[in-house]
């Protein structure tokens, strides 16, 4: 069973940064995608970024340039750096282990953490 445990979420102000923590406890396996998720209220669960060892990274079109995942392999903690934040980045921040098909696909996921809230202000 794998654990995850996020944090580093914050309020900040538009144009600022802030970097995301994934503690994963466990051993996902070196096919399963390693990702970010994001859900604003209202809306729906959006994929953020992903990394899978032999592929990726991977990034939403809405990020691309502003956000880098990345995953440290000797603690077993994946990172989302997130920059040039804007006010429709608000959402609350899922990591997740999983290994379907497509790395957007949420349903393809197996382990999820509680997210850690991110609001960015204008």
């Known amino acids: 069973q794998v654990q995850l445990v996020e944090s580093g979420g914050g309020s900040v102000q538009a144009g600022g940064s802030l970097r995301l923590s994934c503690i994963i406890v466990?051993?996902?396996?070196?096919?399963?995608?390693r990702s970010w998720f994001r859900q604003a209220p209202g809306k729906e669960r959006e994929a953020v970024a992903s990394i899978i060892r032999y592929s990726g990274p991977h990034y939403a079109d809405s990020v691309k340039g502003r956000f880098t995942i990345s995953n440290d392999n000797d603690k077993n903690i994946l990172y989302l750096q997130m920059d040039s934040l804007k006010p429709e980045d608000t959402a609350m921040y899922y990591c997740?282990?999983?290994?379907?098909?497509?790395?957007?696909?949420?349903?393809?996921?197996?382990?999820w953490g509680r997210g850690t809230q991110v609001t960015v202000s204008s």
């Open positions: 997740a282990v999983g290994d379907g098909a497509d790395w957007v696909d949420q349903y393809g996921y197996k382990s």
């Open positions: 466990g051993y996902p396996g070196s096919n399963y995608y």
